[in-house]
């Protein structure tokens, strides 16, 4: 599993996040994962559902923007929050994104909500790999 450090200095209303993989699936992974605990603490979310997401972007970098937004998505319209991901990435242009994800939804009374995140911004958005992994930066709309 990859790894994510929250950057205090980019963004004032924002939560900015420099995220890591061994590979992009892995990037995609760790970035669900950041997200989840930005928005609640995993360890009180009962794991009771699991879904599966296509989605597909003409760069990498709007796929992230469009997966991190559908895991958004998902918390406003039905509750559920996912901090586990399976993830493969496939194609380059169009690139393609097929998911397993499982959490849980939110329980006003179990669940210990952190910040409430509004959407994936475009600012300091990117994506970019080499011979030591992937790596991304993203700011979060809180």
Do not use: N
């Not at 993830?87 to 939804?105: E, N």
């Not at 509004?118 to 030591?132: C, G, I, Y």
């Amino acid at each position: 599993m990859g790894r994510y450090t929250v950057v205090e200095d980019v963004a004032l209303a924002d939560c900015a996040m420099d995220i890591e993989g061994r590979d992009a699936g892995d990037l995609f992974e760790t970035a669900a994962r950041a997200l989840a605990e930005l928005m609640i603490d995993p360890g009180t979310l009962p794991v009771t559902v699991e879904r599966t997401i296509e989605l597909e972007a003409a760069q990498v970098d709007l796929l992230l923007f469009d997966w991190l937004g559908e895991l958004i998505f998902r918390k406003d319209r039905d509750r559920e929050v996912f901090p586990e991901a399976r993830v493969r990435i496939s194609g380059d242009g169009p690139v393609r994104l097929a998911a397993s994800v499982r959490g849980g939804v939110i329980d006003p009374a179990g669940t210990e909500r952190r910040a409430d995140p509004k959407a994936v911004t475009l600012h300091q958005l990117r994506v970019t790999a080499d011979e030591t992994g992937w790596r991304a930066r993203v700011v979060i709309d809180i």
